[in-house]
């Protein structure tokens, strides 16, 4: 079993920075595609980013493309979202999840585990 922990949100200006961390416990998630994923009200829950686990190949939605990076320390059990010139519609609920097969994927039901969120705030 894994439990997911994320940090790192909070309220900034649009055009400002944020980095989220998403802290693993239970076991290793070094052999887990580790994904990031966001819910507005009233809205689905829609991808961000993904990251593999072989060859840390990485994916973007492409709204964030250009503005988001995603990395992972595998030392640390650790996958952060570097999230740059950040803006009003970026406001949501950010949520990091793993998913143990070798696949990327995109759609939130093919990840196993989740966190409980990290509210990320961006105001005009």
């Known amino acids: 079993q894994v439990q997911l922990a994320e940090s790192g949100g909070g309220l900034v200006q649009a055009g400002g920075s944020l980095r989220l961390s998403c802290a693993a416990s239970?076991?290793?998630?070094?052999?887990?595609?580790m994904g990031w994923f966001r819910q507005a009200p009233g809205k689905e829950r829609e991808f961000v980013a993904a990251?593999?686990?072989?060859?840390?190949?990485?994916y973007y939605a492409d709204s964030v493309k250009g503005r988001f990076t995603i990395s992972r320390d595998n030392a640390k059990n650790t996958v952060f979202l570097q999230m740059n010139s950040l803006k009003p519609e970026d406001t949501a609920v950010y949520y990091c999840a793993a998913d143990r097969s070798i696949r990327v994927a995109t759609s939130p039901g093919e990840y196993d585990y989740w966190g409980q969120g990290t509210q990320v705030t961006v105001s005009t």
């Open positions: 990251i593999s686990w072989i060859g840390y190949s990485t």
């Open positions: 239970g076991r290793t998630v070094s052999d887990c595609t």
